[in-house]
């Protein structure tokens, strides 16, 4: 099956016509450059750049902005703010009547002043934004308009605020909110004014090797570049962290994917090491890195909920000989780490799945 890699974005900016809305926090309302910027400029940390980057450009996003300054939606704040889906209608419908061509756009950013709002991705084709948010959260919801599905994990102690959804702080689609580094603001915009304040700019782990490895579930993209290792039940395999991969050639496998048949119950497991993105998880414990370990078709979701398989957390591995971990419930899977190379800002691990 083939994969849909590159995907146009439009975004789309629009005011209410009360710019006072009915619960605004004064703020000025951002340059249209700036929110260009934001999601398409090239310096590493834009919305454009951190997906290309931290999917090893399997995905490549561009964004495009259709009306220059910002328009009016002919539409009160105090109507729609709490409903998502009304707004992100009235922007396509006003979009339509200001003679802007959606057709081959794979999504629509709806970017809305005044903020405050009930933001989010609609279905999957169209994000509501605004200014009171923070880097992390575009990013989340611009992976939805990317294809992936919010991640899930074990319930952890300090960390049930959501039951299993959410519950990966290893990756951008779970919640890692709380636990973000500040990244310098983007180049003009220091003196930006920002609801969120500073922490506006922070910015947060990638998706997990797991998960962007379901994205391309039943294709070849991840697969085929030899950067996945299957195995067995019995088996083991070294791998090389997912974190240094990144902007490098080596084609070394960088997840391994064991699997009950060809449908059951499968385990995952990838290697961290902790650099810049991807400090929030760490203790001084686990500095030589870790082994994250994620589980698909192996839970059940909520009746309520509608991701398929999503990838799902099950513990977290310290790098070291001999270190294991078994899932809980189920059938259940035992992974250990039988051997550990340390190399100058490289690591590898032999992984034992049973
Ligand atoms: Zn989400």
């Not at 009360?18 to 700036?34: C, E, K, L, Q």
């Not at 699997?259 to 990838?270: A, I, L, R, S």
């Not at 994620?294 to 909520?302: G, K, M, P, T, V």
């Amino acid at each position: 099956m083939a994969a849909k890699q590159d995907y146009r974005i439009a975004v789309l900016k629009y005011m209410f016509d009360d710019p006072f809305g009915d619960n605004y926090r004064p703020s000025v309302i951002w340059h249209a450059d700036m929110v260009r910027d934001i999601f398409t400029t090239s310096n590493g940390y834009s919305v454009r750049d951190y997906w290309m980057r931290s999917t090893l450009n399997m995905l490549r996003p561009s964004f495009e902005f259709p009306n220059h300054a910002w328009l009016r939606l002919g539409r009160s704040h105090a109507e729609l703010r709490n409903d998502r889906a009304k707004i992100a209608a009235a922007v396509r419908e006003r979009a339509a009547n200001d003679g802007f061509n959606l057709n081959g756009f794979d999504g629509v950013i709806a970017f809305m002043n005044p903020p405050e709002l009930n933001a989010g991705t609609q279905g999957n084709d169209t994000t509501v934004l605004a200014q009171d948010a923070l880097m992390p959260y575009y990013l989340h919801e611009v992976g939805h308009l990317l294809g992936f599905q919010d991640a899930f994990g074990v319930i952890m102690a300090d960390d049930d605020k959501t039951g299993h959804m959410y519950n990966d702080k290893w990756d951008v689609m779970g919640d890692q909110w709380p636990k973000m580094e500040v990244v310098q603001p983007f180049a003009g915009w220091e003196h930006a004014e920002l609801i969120k304040g500073p922490d506006f700019w922070s910015n947060t782990v990638p998706p997990c090797a797991a998960h962007v490895w379901r994205r391309f579930w039943n294709t070849q993209v991840f697969e085929s570049q030899g950067r996945v290792a299957r195995i067995r039940r019995g088996e083991r395999r070294w791998i090389r962290s997912w974190t240094t991969a990144h902007g490098s050639v080596l084609q070394d496998p960088l997840l391994v994917v064991a699997q009950d048949g060809d449908d059951g119950p499968t385990v995952t497991v990838e290697l961290r090491l902790p650099f810049w993105a991807d400090r929030p998880g760490w203790t001084a414990a686990s500095t030589r890195g870790v082994a994250l370990i994620h589980s698909f078709r192996y839970r059940r979701l909520e009746p309520h909920q509608t991701q398929t398989y999503p990838s799902w957390h099950e513990g977290t591995l310290l790098m070291e000989t001999g270190a294991s971990f078994s899932t809980q419930d189920g059938d259940r899977w035992k992974i250990t780490v039988t051997g550990v190379d340390l190399r100058d800002g490289d690591t590898r691990a032999e992984i034992l799945v049973e």
